[in-house]
């Protein structure tokens, strides 16, 4: 009989799933997975912490791929077999995080227990070489560029309001229908980079405009939930930032923090043209600042 995560005696799924996407999503990053390979690791995503306690058989079919996938997955992140892989696994799920004072497993519907989990996997992104890597590429850029369309259109938006405090010619693209243009301007007139922010669902306007920066040369940083699109090679650097699904809809709290750090780390590379640029726009707060009145009544 297969053991899962509910029986396990005080297992924190929260913490423990955390930390356990976090250790497959770096150990696939450093290897070239085949698409039914992803399929397979999107499938131990989405089904943490149980995914540490399924058979070949079990992994397989909730994949919907055949048990020698499963099998090559396993062997494609460096593990002798799959039983080493899941032994692996299993270690870090149960060895992340104690169980809750009264022994219960937290409520995970709860919005802002699963937003700290989202933010405390964003850690191991903030602190990668993809991410300075990206906050390079970005930061050499003469036009920075922000697409986000239908549901990614308001982190787009928050990203590139503040992105103009401190770089001087920013492009924000919401609308599909002139995205490809808004990619080609950029590109004629030279020096761009953009920042693609893909969340669920995703529309295939993005991925349009992703592949047609890449046909430019335009270089690009993705922003997006899972590594396992079929869309990430595309992008020359990838930033995951994992979204709340357990509200009606999705919670963007962790792909918002991503985008700041993003700006942060822009900041940071040229610090005296931020620093000039902060105080011209504080020098224009007082015109547009709310001031409460002190007319007694």
Do not use: K, N
Not at 29 to 52: C, G, K, N, W
Not at 227 to 240: G, M, S, T
């Amino acid at each position: 009989m297969t053991q899962h995560a509910g029986d396990t005696g005080g297992l924190d799924p929260v913490r423990s799933a955390t930390a356990a996407r976090q250790w497959l999503v770096e150990r696939c990053q450093s290897h070239r997975l085949s698409p039914t390979q992803r399929r397979v690791a999107q499938s131990f995503m989405d089904t943490m912490p149980d995914a540490a306690f399924l058979s070949t058989s079990e992994a397989a079919l909730r994949a919907g791929v055949s048990q020698p996938t499963v099998t090559r997955f396993a062997s494609t992140l460096g593990f002798a077999t799959y039983a080493d892989f899941r032994a692996a696994l299993r270690t870090v799920i149960l060895g992340s995080a104690p169980g809750a004072p009264d022994g219960a497993a937290p409520d995970t519907s709860d919005p802002v227990t699963e937003a700290a989990a989202d933010l405390a996997a964003l850690r191991g992104t903030l602190g990668s070489p993809a991410m300075a890597a990206a906050v390079a590429t970005l930061a050499q850029a003469r036009i920075l560029g922000v697409l986000g369309i239908r549901a990614s259109t308001g982190v787009a938006t928050y990203i590139g309001y503040f992105a103009r405090r401190i770089v001087d010619d920013v492009r924000l693209v919401t609308e599909a229908d002139t995205a490809i243009d808004s990619l080609t301007q950029m590109h004629h007139a030279g020096g761009a980079a953009v920042v693609v922010v893909a969340m669920p669902r995703y529309p295939a306007s993005t991925v349009r405009a992703l592949r047609h920066a890449r046909d430019l040369g335009i270089p690009t940083v993705l922003l997006v939930d899972t590594p396992f699109v079929d869309f990430a090679h595309d992008a020359d650097h990838v930033l995951v930032s994992p979204v709340g699904t357990g509200m009606v809809f999705d919670s963007h709290a962790a792909p918002v923090v991503l985008g700041m750090a993003l700006l942060d780390g822009i900041a940071g590379a040229h610090p005296r043209r931020t620093q000039d640029r902060l105080e011209a726009h504080e020098g224009l707060v007082d015109t547009w600042l709310y001031q409460p009145s002190t007319d007694q009544d």
